[in-house]
């Protein structure tokens, strides 16, 4: 029997709107999906109704399946002679350990394609009028996992600061340690910060405050992932192009 091949597919931060066309098209002729907790039902919604939709959602401290037995799983069904979609929210290969899955098709012999999809950052970011450079601001941006193995450990002075921003993949649960962490490596406490809740869908809250203030923010906005922490001056930027707007709405 010949193999299927698996798709690798970034379905965004959850809006159906913001899919790739090929990606949309996968969804909709798909007959095994395998689908991440991030993926909007929305957008699961796009699938036939004779796909079978396999959940391996991630949650802290509580894996549906570990990361090893997904790659398994995904050979399995390929091998079987199915075409599967792996959909994942955001970007493959972005924090969506897309490089691994591809790796072990390869080894097992089988067809893989990667399908880009706009990342949380991007579409979470465009949502909420925050432009990740700017030309007054910041002419370098840097993405961070804040939820992962040895974060004391790690070194990010010089990856927030003047001219600089910095983007936090799942920080929720560890802010008090990331706010902690970038003031000791001599970010200023005053540094605006912006938190993006459900960047892009409908439900899409953002918080602002600073760097400081980031575990209260946290805590009193009752956030909760997926969310997004912005550092910098970009997102105060944010605040006075929306003063603006309501400014010359109210002449």
Request: proline share 5%.
């Amino acid at each position: 029997m010949e193999s299927g091949t698996i798709y690798l597919v970034g379905a965004g931060p959850g809006d159906p709107d913001l899919l790739t066309l090929r990606a949309a098209r996968l969804i909709e002729r798909a007959s095994v999906i395998v689908h991440d907790g991030l993926v909007s039902n929305a957008i699961l919604a796009m699938a036939s109704p004779r796909a079978r939709l396999i959940s391996v959602a991630k949650r802290r401290a509580h894996h549906t399946l570990p990361q090893d037995e997904i790659n398994a799983l995904l050979v399995r069904e390929a091998q079987a002679g199915h075409d599967v979609v792996r959909l994942k929210g955001g970007d493959p290969l972005i924090f969506g350990r897309g490089g691994e899955e591809a790796e072990l098709a390869r080894a097992h012999g089988v067809n893989v394609e990667i399908v880009p999809g706009i990342s949380a950052a991007n579409g979470g970011a465009a949502a909420a009028q925050i432009a990740l450079t700017h030309r007054d601001a910041s002419s370098i941006v840097s993405f961070v996992a804040g939820q992962c193995k040895g974060l004391s450990d790690q070194d990010w002075s010089g990856l927030a600061g003047k001219g600089r921003t910095l983007v936090i993949y799942m920080g929720v649960k560890t802010a008090p340690q990331i706010a902690e962490k970038l003031m000791a490596d001599g970010l200023a406490p005053e540094t605006p910060i912006a938190v993006i809740e459900n960047g892009a869908r409908p439900e899409m809250r953002v918080l602002r405050g600073c760097v400081a203030g980031l575990p209260d923010l946290v805590v009193s906005g009752a956030v909760k992932s997926p969310a997004l922490i912005i550092i910098g001056d970009v997102t105060a930027r944010a605040d006075i192009a929306v003063a603006r707007i309501a400014l010359e709405t109210t002449r």
